[in-house]
């Protein structure tokens, strides 16, 4: 038999992509359905669970202290790109720890909210140790570049709307283009390494 190809960074999109629009409905049926007490069985029949709505112990309990494992440093957590990522995301915390309110405003939501999903799709893009599924590495990539430019877009509204020093936009903006272009690169090492395995 001959061994499946690797697939490459269009076909983890399309797959990545389905694996979205299924969150997205998830999210959509619990919203629904949040205070129905049959909201378990609803969600696993419009989803197209049928395993799930026979589970009796439905629900997910949570953890006790017996259960907790001891927390250790992951292989992307190491990684200097991902460490650039999460300190922008502390970063924009502490800002808005010091703006108060300006904080719940739509520019400063979206901006926190990119790049934390840039934060977890670097996480899951260098996952993968030994860097064997370099189309899903890619995808990831793409998807946190995507997240990263929409908190770039956001972060020039917030700072009019928070009214940051110049000091604080030349600081913000520089953070965000670091990031930015740390995948950028990454994108095109990943993309050069693709053609010399499989061209």
């Not at 669970?49 to 009796?56: A, N, Y």
């Not at 030349?170 to 953070?175: E, G, I, N, T």
Request: hydrophobic content about 40%; overall charge negative.
């Amino acid at each position: 038999m001959h061994p499946e190809p690797a697939w490459d960074e269009y076909a983890w999109e399309r797959f990545l992509q389905q694996q979205d629009r299924k969150t997205d409905r998830y999210l959509e049926l619990l919203e629904q359905h949040m205070d129905d007490p049959e909201r378990d069985q609803i969600i696993a029949r419009e989803m197209g669970w049928p395993e799930l709505i026979e589970c009796e112990e439905f629900e997910w309990e949570p953890c006790d202290n017996e259960c907790e494992e001891e927390e250790s440093p992951e292989g992307f957590e190491l990684h200097p790109l991902y460490q650039s990522c999460f300190a922008l995301t502390v970063w924009i915390d502490q800002i808005f720890d010091e703006l108060g309110e300006a904080q719940h405003t739509p520019a400063a939501v979206k901006l926190a909210t990119n790049a934390a999903i840039a934060s977890a799709k670097l996480a899951a893009a260098l996952s993968d140790d030994e860097a064997g599924e370099l189309g899903m590495t890619i995808a990831y990539l793409k998807r946190a570049l995507k997240a990263i430019t929409n908190a770039l877009d956001a972060s020039r509204l917030f700072a009019g709307e928070a009214q940051l020093s110049t000091r604080r936009r030349r600081q913000l903006h520089a953070r965000l283009f670091h990031v930015r272009d740390g995948i950028i690169e990454m994108m095109g090492l990943s993309r050069r390494e693709w053609r010399r395995r499989y061209d």
